[in-house]
Structures are given as structure tokens and as C-alpha cells.
């Protein structure tokens, strides 16, 4: 109930406050993200401060969060939403939504639709964190 709550406060907050530049599909994929976050946790991560980038190499889009210090070291917060799905992009973010499943778990004909290898995140950290 308390991430249902949060997830309708922070669309309507973005809703009213975002620039005419965000789309449907980013606060939707940003609201998916921020209803399954362990809250709290120990990184503070609650979604406010996420960002969305539609998939440069195919399809979905990718929710993260563009601070990259917690707690003193380097983290990466970073998911992929497609087909209504999220999928943890490391180990920070698995950490932090503890229930979903990895992209190596997902249907083969899902996870092609991304071009993204379901093993690594190197290739996108370099992208979103240039």
C-alpha cells in the first residue's frame, strides 16, 4: 500500500511539475521502477531523483539514477522496462528490488527486442554515465 501511495504522489508531483518534454512511457516506466524499491534502503534510493533514456541500441527504457556515490563508494542504480516488465540492469539495483528477475530470466524473445547482452551493463553505464 505504501509504494501503491508513493508511486501516485510522485506521478502526480511529475505531472504537474515536468516539462512537456518527459512522455507517457518515461513516467510510467519511472512509477513501475519506484513501486518496487525496498523502502526504505540503505541508499536512501527512493525514485525521485531517477531519470529515464529511451534505448539507444533497441527497444525499452532505461530507469536510473544519476547519482553515483552512496555511502562513500561508486553505485550504479539502473533498470530496463520493457513490456510492461523491469529487469535489475547489476547488483545495486537487484539489491534494492530484491524480487525482480535478472535479464538472463527473461522470455529470449523479450530480451532480444533490447540488443543488449543480458550479462553485462558496461556498455550502457558507459552510455548513460559519459
Not at 511529475?14 to 512522455?23: V, Y
Not at 537487484?94 to 543480458?118: C, D, F, G, M, Y
Not at 553485462?120 to 554515465?129: A, H, N
Request: glycine share 4%; net charge positive.
Amino acid at each position: 500500500m505504501k509504494n501503491i501511495l508513493l508511486f501516485l504522489l510522485i506521478i502526480c508531483t511529475f505531472c504537474i511539475f515536468s516539462e512537456n518534454s518527459h512522455s507517457k512511457t518515461d513516467i510510467y516506466s519511472r512509477g513501475l521502477v519506484i513501486t518496487e524499491l525496498k523502502l526504505p534502503n540503505k541508499f536512501k534510493v527512493a525514485g525521485a531523483e531517477f531519470k529515464t533514456l529511451n534505448n539507444p541500441k533497441g527497444e525499452g527504457v532505461i530507469v536510473y539514477d544519476p547519482r553515483t556515490q552512496f555511502n562513500g563508494v561508486e553505485r550504479y542504480f539502473i533498470w530496463m522496462v520493457i513490456d510492461h516488465k523491469i529487469y535489475p540492469l547489476n547488483s545495486p539495483s537487484k539489491q534494492i528490488t530484491p524480487h525482480l528477475q535478472w535479464p538472463r530470466e527473461a522470455p529470449q524473445n523479450v530480451w532480444s527486442k533490447t540488443n543488449l547482452s543480458p550479462y553485462s551493463t558496461s556498455e550502457l553505464i558507459k552510455i548513460i554515465y559519459k
